[in-house]
């Protein structure tokens, strides 16, 4: 049974699709179900692609971080602004 505040903090289906944890998980089912049924798959590809998600998500993850802080810089300079101009006013 769901209540009012878990159906607000659900996120789209659409976005929940372009997750990284998501999408990691899906290549990881991939790779393991690949292990399953070829066995003989050579482990060095296994890591290439390994390799690539890894770095795909710390890029993405340097991404985000950096348009925070951005955005966390913005927010204290436009209060640092406000508060001088509302002394100046004074």
């Not at 890029?59 to 348009?67: F, K, L």
Request: net charge positive.
């Amino acid at each position: 049974m769901r209540r009012d505040n878990e159906v607000s903090s659900m996120r789209p289906l659409k976005e929940r699709l372009q997750s990284r944890k998501f999408i990691t998980a899906i290549v990881a089912a991939l790779i393991a179900g690949l292990k399953v049924y070829y066995p003989d798959i050579p482990v060095e590809a296994i890591w290439t692609i390994v390799g690539c998600l890894m770095g795909w998500v710390a890029i993405e993850g340097a991404i985000d971080a950096a348009s925070q802080l951005a955005k966390w810089i913005a927010e204290k300079t436009k209060k640092e602004t406000d508060s001088r101009s509302k002394t100046a006013v004074e």
